[in-house]
């Protein structure tokens, strides 16, 4: 069915009213709520397995180097490669000249300045190095190691991890298909070892087998800057997103441990940052083939952080998302690169060898997307930026949207029409980003994951 033909029929008083009861109950429980650590907002369901499957007959853990980043020329033809990023050069050059905005000298520092932390690290390496840094172990300080309880241990993390930088925290068991099978030429491995290591000579990267557990991790990204996207200030979002994500890496695995246990801290190495999310109950999958969460929608960069500190761990959610992206459409629809999937249904079918097979989505033709980095010159957040689940301000109407939302699947069509009417998710003016009361870091941190 139509999106319009969602908004004709939907726009009922039954449905009115139906938020306005919603609205209602989301106050009352959200008061109720006030006092826990890190509550959800109401109408979000545990649930014990992710609505989308798997086929334990076909999924299997992923060579990273087959992603588009690994096989870009591969996947387009060298000889496209090569006309792409000559274009990519004049296109860049030619900005530069018109001080096109967004394009100019100074949204491009923003966003290549904000990499800072994210480019001094790496796979084993810096903030993401997978032995101790500097703290000391309880051994050294000649004391016991955290001996509390899973609940207790968990508490900990998670407000460490907020602490630290993050918005939302999720605790699973690692499933190891959801690590990658191999990365920039090593294989990881699981073995019975105390601590990780990587052999240079066996080119491996091994895992310890007591790291059960995973700690996944999302970071509010600034809408202001995403919202300009595809701009220099567009991809600042992106990148300061990034270096933050070393650092709350980085920082919650010496916490673990200075704790006295074992973390490997990981941002985009390593495995799937989105199946793991989905698991430990930060979000759901979505259209764009990547995470739309309870509190900040798709505006969010992942990372993760596995272990052997015994955790308390959660459970995956659903609220909606499932049914909205059915119908919503929106992000395919506003896709530059085209690269999105119009299928009423996710399901198993890969577009391409960047796709690892066997588990349920809305498959994207990645190439298509990285190609459209070049063109635009300067990356591209557009199926987040026009999501009707982004959104930066917290009023009363965007809380009974996405309550109802969750509720009545039914009603995402009428409210991405609304959204749309509304000219939620339009492209923002790069140079009025530059005269903005910015706050701490572009992002409203106030919300303290309450939605
Ligand atoms: C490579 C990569 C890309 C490639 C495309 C992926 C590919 N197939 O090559 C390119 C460069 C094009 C790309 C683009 C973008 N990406 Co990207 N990408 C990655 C990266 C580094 C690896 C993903 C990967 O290996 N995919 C290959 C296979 C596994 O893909 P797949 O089978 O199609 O599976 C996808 C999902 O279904 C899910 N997944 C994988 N296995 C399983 C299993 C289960 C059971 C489930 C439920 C899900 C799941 O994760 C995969 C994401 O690509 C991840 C970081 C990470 N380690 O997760 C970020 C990441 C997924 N990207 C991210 C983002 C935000 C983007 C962009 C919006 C650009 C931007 N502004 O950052 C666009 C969106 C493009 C789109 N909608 O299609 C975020 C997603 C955050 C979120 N809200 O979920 C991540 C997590 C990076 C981060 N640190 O935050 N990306």
Same mark, same amino acid.
């Given at each position: 069915?139509?999106?319009?033909?969602?908004?004709?029929?939907?726009?009922?008083?039954?449905?009115?009213?139906?938020?306005?009861?919603?609205?209602?109950?989301?106050?009352?429980?959200?008061?109720?709520?006030?006092?826990?650590?890190?509550?959800?907002?109401?109408?979000?369901?545990?649930?014990?397995?992710?609505?989308?499957?798997?086929?334990?007959?076909?999924?299997?853990?992923?060579?990273?180097?087959?992603?588009?980043?690994?096989?870009?020329?591969?996947?387009?033809?060298?000889?496209?490669?090569?006309?792409?990023?000559?274009?990519?050069?004049?296109?860049?050059?030619?900005?530069?000249?018109?001080?096109?905005?967004?394009?100019?000298?100074?949204?491009?520092?923003?966003?290549?300045?904000?990499?800072?932390?994210?480019?001094?690290?790496?796979?084993?390496?810096?903030?993401?190095?997978?032995?101790?840094?500097?703290?000391?172990? @309880?051994?050294?300080? *000649?004391?016991?190691?955290? +001996?509390?309880?899973?609940? /207790? =241990?968990?508490? &900990? !993390?998670?407000?460490? #991890?907020?602490?630290?930088?993050?918005?939302?925290?999720?605790?699973?068991?690692?499933?190891?298909?959801?690590?990658?099978?191999?990365?920039?030429?090593?294989?990881?491995?699981?073995?019975?070892?105390?601590?990780?290591?990587?052999?240079?000579?066996?080119?491996?990267?091994?895992?310890?087998?007591?790291?059960?557990?995973?700690?996944?991790?999302?970071?509010?990204?600034?809408?202001?800057?995403?919202?300009?996207? @595809?701009?220099?200030? *567009?991809?600042?979002?992106? +990148?300061?997103?990034?270096? /933050? =994500?070393?650092? &709350? !890496?980085?920082?919650? #695995?010496?916490?673990?441990?200075?704790?006295?246990?074992?973390?490997?801290?990981?941002?985009?190495?390593?495995?799937?940052?989105?199946?793991?999310?989905?698991?430990?109950?930060?979000?759901?999958?979505?259209?764009?083939?990547?995470?739309?969460?309870?509190?900040?929608?798709?505006?969010?960069?992942?990372?993760?952080?596995?272990?052997?500190?015994?955790?308390?761990?959660?459970?995956?959610?659903?609220?909606?998302?499932?049914?909205?992206?059915?119908?919503?459409?929106?992000?395919?629809?506003?896709?530059? =690169?085209?690269? &999105?999937?119009?299928?009423?249904?996710?399901?198993?079918?890969?577009?391409?060898?960047?796709?690892?097979?066997?588990?349920?989505?809305?498959?994207?033709?990645?190439?298509?997307?990285?190609?459209?980095?070049?063109?635009?010159?300067?990356?591209?957040?557009?199926?987040?930026?026009?999501?009707?689940?982004?959104?930066?301000?917290?009023?009363?109407?965007?809380?009974?949207?996405?309550?109802?939302?969750?509720?009545?699947?039914?009603?995402?069509?009428?409210?991405?029409?609304?959204?749309?009417?509304?000219?939620?998710?339009?492209?923002?003016?790069?140079?009025?980003?530059?005269?903005?009361?910015?706050?701490?870091?572009?992002?409203?941190?106030?919300?303290?994951?309450?939605?």
């Amino acid at each position: 069915m139509k999106r319009r033909d969602f908004f004709l029929s939907t726009l009922t008083t039954g449905g009115i009213a139906a938020t306005s009861g919603f609205y209602a109950c989301n106050q009352h429980l959200n008061k109720k709520n006030a006092s826990s650590q890190f509550s959800r907002p109401w109408w979000v369901k545990r649930i014990n397995k992710p609505l989308l499957k798997i086929d334990d007959t076909l999924y299997k853990r992923f060579d990273s180097k087959a992603n588009v980043f690994g096989s870009f020329i591969k996947y387009i033809g060298r000889e496209n490669f090569l006309k792409l990023r000559q274009k990519s050069r004049n296109k860049t050059e030619k900005f530069f000249k018109e001080k096109k905005p967004g394009f100019r000298i100074e949204d491009r520092a923003l966003a290549e300045a904000a990499w800072v932390l994210s480019r001094t690290g790496g796979l084993d390496r810096g903030m993401r190095s997978w032995n101790r840094q500097f703290v000391r172990t @309880p051994q050294e300080k *000649g004391i016991k190691r955290y +001996s509390g309880s899973p609940e /207790r =241990a968990a508490l &900990l !993390v998670k407000q460490a #991890a907020r602490y630290y930088g993050a918005a939302t925290v999720g605790i699973t068991q690692l499933d190891r298909r959801h690590i990658n099978a191999r990365e920039r030429g090593m294989d990881i491995i699981f073995e019975k070892v105390n601590e990780p290591y990587q052999d240079e000579k066996e080119k491996k990267l091994v895992i310890p087998d007591k790291c059960k557990y995973a700690i996944a991790l999302s970071l509010q990204m600034s809408l202001d800057n995403i919202q300009c996207s @595809p701009s220099g200030i *567009g991809s600042a979002g992106s +990148s300061l997103g990034y270096s /933050r =994500a070393e650092y &709350l !890496v980085g920082a919650l #695995a010496e916490f673990i441990r200075a704790l006295g246990y074992t973390a490997i801290p990981s941002v985009n190495d390593l495995g799937s940052s989105v199946a793991i999310a989905v698991d430990a109950g930060l979000g759901e999958l979505s259209r764009t083939n990547r995470l739309i969460t309870p509190e900040f929608g798709p505006n969010v960069r992942l990372a993760k952080v596995l272990t052997d500190l015994p955790l308390k761990t959660d459970k995956p959610i659903r609220f909606g998302i499932l049914e909205f992206c059915k119908v919503c459409k929106r992000c395919a629809e506003q896709c530059p =690169a085209k690269a &999105l999937s119009f299928k009423d249904e996710p399901d198993f079918e890969v577009r391409g060898l960047w796709n690892n097979p066997g588990h349920q989505a809305w498959f994207e033709e990645s190439p298509r997307c990285l190609s459209y980095w070049q063109e635009s010159t300067s990356g591209c957040s557009r199926c987040i930026a026009v999501c009707p689940w982004a959104k930066k301000d917290k009023t009363i109407i965007h809380e009974i949207v996405k309550a109802s939302s969750a509720k009545i699947p039914l009603l995402g069509g009428f409210f991405t029409t609304m959204d749309e009417t509304f000219g939620y998710g339009e492209q923002k003016d790069p140079e009025k980003w530059w005269h903005m009361n910015l706050p701490e870091y572009g992002i409203d941190t106030t919300s303290g994951g309450k939605g």
